[in-house]
């Protein structure tokens, strides 16, 4: 690319493209060891709660080629997980294995065999015999509602419950009334990359290279459990096969590979089997939402109350923001939001992919539809009535808000006033078609980040930050980033992530990956570019730059920060087996300044596949009398095929928010699953006349 | 996955001998399944015979104007050979709409009939299941059935048999030839090859320890039109909640002969005789493919999570009926 073509925003081939494709981008699992490795395979435990009372391992020590059977009886001394509150970041947390003779829910480990190949552990952990005192367990968020309690606080430190106005009165007065229960099932990540690790020890230093999102809270947690220091402990991940939020926090790969290779003295590879990644990496826990809406016969709300119950876990208490969204979406003179959490035995609720705010404005969106149709009135013009520009709630201005913008260039686009107004008007023979709209919103986040930039005499620059790549086309937006502020050819950045060694970022999570990194990025090049600018002849220089967090940045105070989009679908329902078939589906956002058009296309249209899949298919099925996944692999657990989502479009608003960062530019990772599978189940309706509130939506719903 | 040791048979009847002399033995094709299910401990053979190589492929035109394929035939080979296609379309739409394109080019013929139930209960040895570990009960009772049976289950078990391809094998009334353990030929038409799950829903076929499948016959093609119809939980990469393979030869607005098989709903490949019967001489329309349905699930039950299928069985009935005759429904 010429030094003059500006390379931010340009759809630039992912810069890792060649390496991935040609199979020279290792991943965690791949990657070679000093000495040869040995293999973890870990054990789960086959009940959902009680004690450990006996384990035999006599017959996988003997097995060949084993080497170590480690479980509560040798594993290592361990700082204690603690209480279920974390004051700062729950993935920094010591996470201890093995620790004890307790089972807390099905399939947490209880044992990890290490032997000279995978498949030779693997087979010596069927030997081992585990005898268990199994306790009564609850599973099962329907049948212990009863049991839901107020945690002190809500994820990234928002209030449990807000109340603006009397919702209550105006609810009682409301003229146009909607009061109906939705019910998100249990969701599962599922990285195509499974969590694995590599663990290696030299003397007291401990080199993990494992699948993570965050280097930094990596370390942390693993220097906590051991109760070691930071800086003996390296972690590198160049290369993660998706995230999602599972790998925001390290799992057992990680920590039993680390016991078991300090334990036998060379390093020990450890990688969790699909089946098994359903107990160990945290899920989008199931929901039971009620909203309550109310408006007057003109269309404009009076009333938002959204109450939400979840599942967790009695060790922690992690409740998603699923109600935050219906804060700030649509004005309203009263809106209240409850969250309530159900403790269950089984593993806990964990990010994933916009925590709170997919299962949240799914429900939401598909409320807002049904007042559409209470109402009579087209369900973009409801939206557009209600729009607001201050944040109702917080009642500062949004820093910028083109909602509005997005529903009408996405009619325009979709061809959405061909809509039918009233459900099954459309069909070609026995199949329905419909067409469902709905909002897209998610706050934006920017935290602390630093980065390293050099240059070298023939003007070859080095970029080095611990942010990871999940994927998501980080290497490439910070190229970007870097040669226009160094005015150097892309081909001429060399970007290095993903190791402790670097400087210290926030890492892929959140959405504000790209913000907090590529900013961090760009204050260290402007401040090398000076350096440079001043030099009189070609030498090495570096230099620094960082970003603050919000926290400390007062337009995140001044300003509700948040991107918004519109989703448009159509579907196609068969009136004779129910079955429902995306057809088309676009979503136009606004979402700050565009730093990789192709890579930023690509994380909006993967957001909205998941919308689609979330409102469709994804569906973990607990059985409640052993406490496990029943349907706990890819062949059952099923998520959106190609077939499945045969067109799907993402186009974005011409956007800068110069309140965001110096560039403008926004976290966007998050933003296409939000309220997208609301337009999908809104389509159904508009096709079928039959309105889901369970989600997933099957075809026996239709039929029934 | 159990240690086992592994071989590359030379003949079909070395390759019968091989396993029938060991009873932890198994055949293995492409694996598809079978190397799945060691992995996951619900298959423990401790030798394999690897009859991928055999020269069991190729598909050719009988004496009678059938067809035979050899049992190790790919299914994508199978799916797109233009005999196939021209002549038994039901066989080559069954196939497509069956697993990935990937599996579909490890997948042999023998294999795809011989594939173990998709029984969530059954591929997780932590549980208690009666077809993989007899006596211990049958976890599908009351739990996760969806997938699971409505005709002709036992209180012991309610597997489905997967299968697509042998689903339109089974209206095309396809026969299997096989090589026992003693090296002699056998017939066996696809309507006795399969068990009902009774009391011992360990044993699936009516084939020996040993029993090599080594090609399977189809008769010259039914006349009338051939439609395979699956209806799945999402559009491509998913097992049939209920598939129905039809043929109706419905002329002159009479239907003259028909065939009509259910996949997803029993333990084996579902031949619908009754519903066959019923439409016989009947007039080719709704009400005709109505009772035809009615007759087909006539004794049909549900278990909770799959009670819809006796109701989506009976409408897809009805639609391939109709599209098969080149009627309304
Ligand atoms: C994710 C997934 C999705 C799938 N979806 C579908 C689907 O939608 N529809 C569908 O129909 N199928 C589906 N399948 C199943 C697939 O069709 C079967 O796995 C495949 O047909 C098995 O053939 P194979 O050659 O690989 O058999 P193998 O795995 O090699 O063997 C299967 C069994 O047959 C035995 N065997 C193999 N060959 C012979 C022989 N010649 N004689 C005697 N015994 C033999 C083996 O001992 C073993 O017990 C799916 C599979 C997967 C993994
Ligand atoms: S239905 Fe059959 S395969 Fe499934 S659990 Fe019951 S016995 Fe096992």
Known sequence: ?704 | MTPFTYERAASPEAAAKAVAERPDAKFVAGGTNLVDLMKLGVEKPTHLVDVSRLKLGGIEETPEGGLKIGAQVKNSDLAADPMVRRRYPLLSRALLAGASGQLRNAASTGGNLLQRTRCPYFSNVAMPCNKRAPGSGCSALGGFNRNLAVLAASEACIATHPSDMAVAMAALDARVHTVTGAGEARTIPLADFYRAPGEDPRRETTLGHGELIAAVTLPPPPKGRQVYRKVRDRASYAFALVSVAAVVDGEGGEVRTSRLALGGVAHKPWRAVEAEKALTGARADGEAFAEAADAAMKDARGYGHNDFKIELAKRTIRRTLADAAGRAA
């Open chain 1, 1 to 704: 690319m010429a030094v003059s073509a500006s390379p931010i925003g340009q759809p630039l081939d992912r810069v890792d493209g060649r390496l991935k494709v040609t199979g020279r981008a290792p991943y965690a699992f791949e990657h070679r060891t000093p000495q040869p490795a040995a293999y973890g395979f870990i054990l789960g435990a086959t009940v959902a709660k009680g004690r450990i009372t006996t384990i035999d391992s006599t017959a996988a020590e003997k097995a060949p080629g084993v080497l170590l059977v480690m479980t509560h009886r040798n594993a290592p001394k361990q700082a204690p997980f603690g209480p279920p509150t974390v004051p700062t970041n729950r993935f920094q947390r010591a996470r201890p294995y093995l620790a004890d003779d307790r089972v807390r829910h099905w399939g947490e480990p209880v044992a990890l065999v290490v032997a000279e190949t995978f498949e030779a552990a693997r087979h010596a952990a069927s030997l081992v015999e585990v005898s268990y005192a199994a306790e009564d367990k609850k599973i099962g968020l329907r049948e212990h509602l009863s049991e839901a309690w107020a945690p002190p606080k809500i994820q990234v430190g928002l209030k449990t419950d807000t109340s603006i106005g009397d919702f209550e009165a105006a609810f009682a007065s409301g003229e146009v009334t909607v009061d109906a229960e939705y019910h998100v099932a249990q969701q599962h990540h599922m990285a195509l990359e499974p969590h694995a690790s590599i663990a290696s020890w030299e003397g007291d230093a401990l080199t993990l290279v494992t699948a993570t999102q965050v280097v930094s809270s990596a370390r942390a947690c693993v220097a906590a459990t051991l109760e070691m220091p930071k800086e003996k402990v390296r972690i590198v991940s160049p290369y993660v096969g998706g995230g999602f939020g599972g790998k925001l926090g390290v799992r057992a790969d990680a920590l039993l590979s680390a016991f078991a290779a300090r334990a036998l003295g060379r390093p020990v590879k450890v990688a969790q089997t699909r089946q098994q990644i359903f107990y160990v990496a945290g899920h989008r826990a199931e929901s039971i939402q009620r909203i309550r809406l109310s408006a007057g016969k003109d269309g404009r709300l009076t009333g938002v109350s959204h109450d939400v119950v979840m599942q967790n876990c009695p060790t922690e208490d992690y409740a998603e923001q699923t109600a935050a969204q219906t804060r700030s979406l649509y004005g309203a003179p009263s809106i209240r939001t409850t969250h309530r959490l159900v403790n269950l035995d089984m593993q806990g609720g964990e990010p994933v992919r916009a925590p709170g705010e997919a299962p949240g404005m799914l429900a939401l969106e598909s409320a807002i539809d049904e007042l559409a149709v209470k109402l009579g009135m087209d369900p973009v013009e409801l939206r557009i009535l209600n729009d607001v520009q201050t944040d109702p709630e917080k009642k500062v201005p949004f820093s910028s808000r083109r909602f509005v913008e997005c529903l009408r260039e996405g009619a325009r686009r979709f061809g959405w006033a061909d809509r039918p107004m009233r459900p099954r008007q459309r069909r070609e023979g026995s199949t329905l078609i419909g067409y469902g709209v709905s909002a897209a919103m998610r706050p934006n986040y920017i935290n602390a980040a630093t980065a390293h930039a050099s240059v070298s005499p023939d003007r070859k620059a080095t970029i080095r930050i611990d942010m990871t790549d999940i994927g998501t086309g980080t290497y490439t937006i910070l190229t970007q980033v870097a040669a226009e502020t160094l005015g150097l050819p892309t081909k001429d950045v060399t970007v290095l992530l993903g190791d402790s060694l670097y400087p210290q970022s926030p890492g892929a999570g959140g959405s504000w990956g790209a913000a907090s990194s590529a900013t961090a990025t760009l204050e260290a090049c402007r401040a090398l570019k000076a350096k440079m600018d001043a030099a009189n002849e070609p030498v090495a220089l570096e230099a620094t730059g960082s970003v603050k967090a919000m926290k400390d940045n007062p337009d995140y105070k001044n300003f509700a920060q948040y991107c918004f989009g519109a989703h448009f679908a159509e579907v196609a329902v068969d009136e004779d087996t129910g079955e429902i078939r995306l057809r088309r589906m676009l979503g136009v956002f606004s979402a700050g300044r565009i730093l990789n058009a192709k890579t930023a296309r690509s994380q909006l249209i993967g957001g909205m596949i998941w919308g689609v899949s979330s409102a469709l298919f994804e569906e973990a099925a607990n059985d409640a009398r052993f406490g496990h996944v029943a349907n706990g692999d890819l062949a059952e657990y099923h998520v959106a095929a190609h077939a499945d989502v045969p067109n799907v479009d993402a186009v974005f608003l011409d956007d800068r928010d110069d309140k965001a960062n110096p560039l403008g530019a926004k976290g966007i990772g998050e933003l296409g699953i939000c309220g997208a599978g609301g337009s999908i189940a809104n389509a159904v309706f508009n096709a079928t006349g039959v309105r889901a509130r369970t989600f997933p939506i099957t075809l026996d719903s239709v039929i029934a």
